[in-house]
């Protein structure tokens, strides 16, 4: 039942930003993006969400697009650390919507 | 501050035995969830526990049961194990006004 769509893998170089996108065309008003990654074997680690704006931790940025319908994740410098699995994932805001599906997510690799 | 902690780290059962999982959230997080991680494949959501009531339940058969403490903290049971539950288990508690969820470092269970 993922409601998100990622390419399965993608290659950046290492000090370059990284550009991570998603598809969430059904997307409802109240349902949020999150993104998680995933470091081999590890549990999965919050990386940020949002709903409308866009939004900036100190880890990356994400970028909704104005139709809410797709979303950019951006790892402004990658290092060798961020090669991962990236998965966005939509869910609602409300107490009801508990869950997080997660589909196949995006194998991200960092080469030096 | 500490994030979530899961106990035992790694696990090895046989077939028809049971296990115990445990999961101390986040201080101050009233949620917790449990998902199970097969081998190369995204997590999949078991249960999520909301001030010791259970708020919502996956897909998965009655073998599996959970529940929460007065401190917040979670056990998850599973009876008769099969070879297929083996799996990486995580837990993850959930914060703020839309209950977001960090993740543990998750337990190992191999099913011998």
């Known amino acids: 039942d993922a409601k998100t769509t990622q390419p399965p893998s993608m290659d950046c170089a290492e000090g370059r930003a990284a550009n991570l996108p998603c598809n969430h065309s059904?997307?409802?008003?109240?349902?949020?993006v999150y993104w998680y990654r995933q470091i081999h074997s590890q549990g999965p680690q919050y990386i940020i969400h949002?709903?409308?704006n866009n939004e900036t931790n100190e880890m990356a940025s994400l970028i909704i697009t104005e139709d809410r319908k797709s979303s950019t994740l951006i790892l402004p410098h990658a290092t060798l650390r961020d090669t991962a699995v990236y998965y966005c994932?939509?869910?609602?805001?409300?107490?009801?919507?508990?869950?997080?599906?997660f589909g196949a997510g995006t194998t991200v690799t960092v080469r030096a | 501050d500490a994030g979530v902690t899961q106990s035992p780290t790694h696990l090895i059962k046989t077939r028809g035995q049971h296990v115990t999982l445990r999961c101390s959230p986040i201080?101050?997080?009233?949620?917790v969830s449990w998902y199970q991680q097969v081998l190369g494949q995204g997590p999949q959501f078991i249960f999520q526990?909301?001030?010791?009531?259970?708020?919502g339940r996956g897909n998965f058969p009655d073998r599996f049961s959970a529940r929460q403490f007065p401190n917040y903290s979670s056990e998850l049971n599973v009876n008769a194990l099969l070879l297929g539950d083996s799996a990486l288990y995580l837990c993850?508690?959930?914060?703020?006004?839309?209950?977001?969820?960090?993740f543990g470092p998750g337990t190992r269970l191999t099913v011998l």
């Open positions: 993850a508690s959930g914060a703020g006004s839309t209950d977001t969820q960090y």
């Open positions: 059904t997307i409802s008003g109240n349902e949020y």
């Open positions: 949002g709903l409308k």
């Open positions: 994932i939509v869910r609602g805001g409300s107490s009801n919507d508990y869950k997080l599906s």
């Open positions: 201080s101050g997080h009233k949620s």
């Open positions: 526990y909301y001030e010791k009531e259970e708020r």
